[in-house]
């Protein structure tokens, strides 16, 4: 018999907890799905004057967040004309110089080359990634294959 009492006792008040979510109490429940912090690589060029660098342009977009947040880009390309020949480099910024406020930012990444010059005209792979540390979700990255062009020059 005390079973019995303890179980409906305790039958009871969960059917009372759970009736203000199933009847009005739901449309006071929210599901926020913070909007998803998103990457895009775009071109990749050979500085002319300074062959180990190559710039890349990176569009991203993050929300305001308390979560501090890091923009890393990489570049590797092998030489066609030797397979052990690997050019490779990474830029990350600092975490104050990515804005994350809700609207799509624009920007140009140096990446130099830690082992060869770039090679103009040959495949490369590029690497981004955007980390909001501490934060789910952990990171959006893209990454693309794109033939490396020249710099155009500007007249001084």
């Known amino acids: 018999m005390h079973r019995w009492m ?23 429940v929210t599901d926020p799905s913070p909007a998803a912090t998103t990457v895009t690589l775009g071109d990749a060029t050979v500085d002319p004057k300074q062959p180990g660098k190559v710039r890349v342009d990176v569009g991203y977009l993050c929300t305001v967040a308390a979560e501090a947040r890091s923009l890393t880009v990489s570049v590797e390309q092998k030489d066609p004309q030797d397979s052990s020949a690997i050019g490779f480099g990474s830029s990350r910024t600092a975490e104050t110089d990515v804005t994350c406020d809700g609207t799509r930012q624009q920007r140009q990444f140096v990446v130099q080359s830690k ?14 990634t955007v980390t909001n540390i501490g934060a789910a979700p952990s990171a959006a990255a893209d990454a693309k294959r794109v033939t490396l062009t020249i710099e155009p020059t500007t007249a001084s």
């Open 6 to 28: 303890v179980l409906t006792v305790l039958t009871s008040s969960l059917a009372a907890l759970s009736a203000p979510i199933g009847a009005a109490g739901a449309a006071d």
């Open 115 to 128: 082992t060869f010059n770039w090679i103009p005209g040959a495949e490369a792979v590029l690497t981004a």
